[in-house]
């Protein structure tokens, strides 16, 4: 039983190869830019704008939203980022009602990659926002011995991160495989609605996490400046 | 599970290309378009405000302005009424003084009508009451009358002084001049010769005078010698009557309008009457010759 489309591989010379994971997320990019192109196009900046105007900007009001909701102070800065893991997540899991069509994320690569993303922006944003002295100061905190415990705890959460979303995504398609085999017509059919509906939850726990991560990362250095502030009164 | 890293490598690549891309054609037209509206909107509220303020401070002077046009409108109106009033009375007096000269001149002219109409009654009744006593007396009158009257006058005549006959004869009086004698009736021969030459005593005469008969005369004799007439007729007496009671009359006219003052009017038609016993001496007549005498006899 196949559990990753890495193993579908359409092409291959030596260490590079195009499987089904990269031929979908090719799919998936091609989707999303065309249809941001088609949309944003003929934007209105007036009172009046067409229905899938709406639809986009709803989409990027909410994750903006969102992104203030978990303490990021400029949401705009993060946006792309945390909105494109959001749309490729959840479009990942939407394409699944297509017969045939395997989402990226079920692919451990596709996740790991993601995780290793979010684990390499978490410090960036943290050093853009407050410097690499101050930033690296966070792993010290609140003492120098603590130093290893927060290297584990940033790698194993990245882990956690990318092992979470590829269990749940290669889990639904699993279960619906699973199924099809015991039950076929009906149950399937259900089991790829739930799995929708999981796909999206997990297109926001992502998100979500991501950005507590870097919402972490930028604020402790407000809580250390708060403590220094302390400190020097 | 086995993870492929050049899979790993390649989906992070793609990942951050669809971020760019994503970036590049949706967050940042969509984020622009969405700034604009609000900055848009943000302008219409703050025009919206200004115009709101605007309005009201508009409607602040309009709620200024309307009650200063009511106050002016009261005050017009207060001025209006009072201007009413005034031409009311104003009007009200001119048509009671227009309607007093009305009356007043109603009043003349009734009184103008009642003078005429009293007038004229009166100048009947004075006619009536001439022709009723021209007529009576001349019923009355008669030969036997005529001869008395005659008598009368030659007697008269007889017991002047010479004074008093010079005085009534014309200062220039030729001797040859004629006189003419009329009477109401015709007289007797004998009658004549007298009248004839007492006549002629008197104004030294050397015609003899002419006589002849007028009905007019009623009673009495009217002489004549140039262009001088004496006379002593009943028309003459008539005559002095209506004229004395029509000097009479008038100045009562005037100063006697109104029913109070009718006593005067029944006086001055006494009047005549009284004066009728003394008819003046002498009047004017239209005779061509120039003035003219009556002796009173």
Do not use: C
Request: hydrophobic content about 45%.
């Amino acid at each position: 039983m196949r559990l990753s489309p890495d193993a579908i591989i359409f092409w291959q010379s030596g260490f590079f190869k195009i499987n089904a994971t990269l031929v979908f997320t090719w799919v998936i990019m091609a989707v999303l830019t065309a249809g941001s192109v088609l949309i944003t196009s003929r934007l209105s900046s007036g009172l009046t704008r067409s229905r899938w105007q709406n639809v986009l900007e709803m989409i990027v009001t909410a994750i903006k939203e969102q992104i203030r909701e978990v303490g990021l102070a400029d949401p705009e800065i993060y946006l792309p980022f945390l909105g494109t893991i959001f749309l490729f997540v959840a479009a990942s899991a939407l394409f699944t009602i297509l017969p045939g069509f395997e989402p990226p994320t079920g692919s451990l690569s596709t996740t790991a990659a993601l995780a290793l993303l979010v684990f390499a922006a978490v410090p960036l944003f943290g050093i853009r926002k407050q410097g690499m002295r101050s930033y690296l100061k966070t792993y010290m905190e609140p003492t120098a011995v603590m130093l290893p415990f927060n290297i584990i705890g940033e790698i194993s959460r990245t882990l956690a991160l990318a092992v979470r979303l590829f269990g749940n995504m290669m889990s639904g398609g699993m279960i619906a495989g699973i199924l099809l085999t015991i039950t076929p017509f009906f149950f399937p059919a259900v089991m790829t609605l739930l799995g929708l509906l999981t796909g999206m939850v997990q297109a926001y726990i992502f998100t979500i996490l991501a950005a507590v991560y870097i919402s972490a990362a930028t604020r402790a250095q407000k809580h250390s400046r708060h403590r220094e502030e302390d400190a020097s009164t | 599970m086995p993870i492929d890293w050049f899979t790993v490598a390649a989906q992070a690549i793609n990942f951050l290309l669809l971020v760019w891309l994503m970036k590049r054609f949706l967050y940042k037209p969509v984020l622009r378009a969405i700034d604009a509206r609000e900055k848009r909107i943000e302008e219409q509220l703050g025009d919206a405000k200004a115009l709101k303020m605007e309005a009201l401070k508009e409607k602040e002077e309009f709620q200024r302005k309307s009650g200063i046009f009511d106050r002016e409108r009261t005050e017009l109106m207060n001025a209006a009424a009072e201007k009413a009033k005034s031409e009311k009375i104003h009007l009200l007096e001119e048509a009671r003084s227009s309607a007093e000269i009305l009356r007043a001149k109603w009043r003349e002219d009734l009184e103008r009508d009642a003078s005429r109409l009293e007038e004229d009654f009166q100048r009947r009744v004075r006619e009536e009451v001439f022709s009723i006593v021209r007529k009576t007396l001349s019923d009355l009158a008669g030969e036997e009358l005529e001869s008395k009257i005659i008598d009368l006058f030659l007697r008269r005549l007889g017991k002047m002084d010479e004074e008093e006959r010079k005085g009534l004869a014309p200062k220039t009086m030729a001797p040859d001049a004629s006189v003419r004698l009329r009477t109401a009736f015709s007289l007797t021969e004998e009658q004549r010769n007298t009248i004839g030459q007492e006549v002629k005593k008197l104004f030294s005469l050397k015609k003899e005078p002419e006589f002849t008969v007028e009905k007019n005369l009623v009673a009495g004799m009217e002489l004549s010698v140039s262009g001088q007439k004496i006379s002593w007729t009943i028309d003459d007496y008539l005559l002095s009557l209506r004229e004395s009671v029509e000097d009479l009359i008038k100045p009562g006219k005037k100063a006697s309008p109104s029913p109070a003052d009718g006593g005067k009017e029944d006086a001055s038609l006494k009047g005549p009457s009284r004066s009728a016993k003394n008819p003046p001496k002498k009047r004017q007549t239209s005779d061509p010759p120039g003035e003219e005498e009556k002796d009173n006899l």
